[in-house]
């Protein structure tokens, strides 16, 4: 079975600083996608960024960046220079090619707050 | 906007009733899935379906189902309800529901409240 675990419940950052958000994985999928969403107070679910399991490269978008260390299972979602709208939940997600491939398994999440 | 679109945004009922949750996928999009979010479970996967044809079941309760008609919308139908099925539910959508690297667009789901 997958499991997507996030050992942040909480985490705080002031404006422009770089913050890193944990997520670690356990599957034993061959092949295999990860995610990041982000979801705001206002409730919808926005992605954010995505590696696949044999990208050799740590996958970026503008200011996310996931860093990605397969040999510990771990997929830590960088947010770089934060902005007041970057406070909302976080949430590691991942896919895998052979059990249950056609649905995303999430994580409990990580709050953001950033702070001025 | 993700493009998926989910109403009504809020539903407010009592228990033992019915309610049915309605979800719009993006244009071009296949695929429809449905999620839980609640606060003691987190985000749990209900149900998806693809051009039609349900292709795979999560922990969807016996009182939940669901259905996707020809024209690709899809509908949710909880009945019985109880106190703890208060959550929101969220659609996803996504073109085919099969490669690992094809992501989800999601609504901005529906509020159930279970008085």
């Known amino acids: 079975a997958q499991k997507i675990t996030q050992t942040q419940p909480g985490m705080f950052v002031q404006e422009k600083e770089a913050v890193t958000l944990d997520c670690t994985y356990d599957?034993?999928?061959?092949?295999?996608?990860l995610f990041w969403y982000k979801q705001p107070s206002s409730g919808e679910m926005i992605f954010l960024i995505y590696?696949?399991?044999?990208?050799?490269q740590n996958a970026t978008e503008g200011r996310y960046s996931l860093n990605f260390q397969k040999a510990r299972k771990s997929a830590n979602l960088v947010i770089s220079a934060s902005q007041l709208g970057d406070s909302a939940m976080y949430f590691c997600?991942?896919?895998?090619?052979?059990?249950?491939?056609?649905?995303?398994?999430f994580g409990t999440g990580t709050r953001l707050l950033v702070s001025p | 906007d993700s493009g998926v679109t989910q109403t009504p945004k809020h539903l407010i009922t009592a228990t033992g009733q019915r309610v049915t949750l309605r979800c719009s996928p993006r244009?071009?999009?296949?695929?429809v899935y449905w999620y839980q979010q609640s606060l003691d479970q987190g985000l749990q996967f209900l149900i998806q379906?693809?051009?039609?044809?349900?292709?795979a079941k999560g922990n969807i309760l016996e009182r939940f189902s669901a259905q996707q008609f020809p024209d690709l919308h899809s509908e949710l139908n909880l009945s019985s309800l109880e106190l703890g099925d208060s959550a929101l539910y969220f659609c996803?959508?996504?073109?085919?529901?099969?490669?690992?690297?094809?992501?989800?667009?999601f609504g901005s789901g529906t509020q159930l409240s279970v008085l």
């Open positions: 996803a959508s996504s073109v085919a529901g099969a490669p690992t690297n094809e992501k989800l667009f």
């Open positions: 599957t034993s999928d061959p092949s295999y996608g």
């Open positions: 244009s071009g999009d296949l695929s």
């Open positions: 379906y693809y051009n039609g044809e349900e292709r």
């Open positions: 590696q696949g399991s044999y990208d050799q």
């Open positions: 997600a991942m896919r895998g090619l052979n059990t249950g491939f056609q649905k995303l398994v």
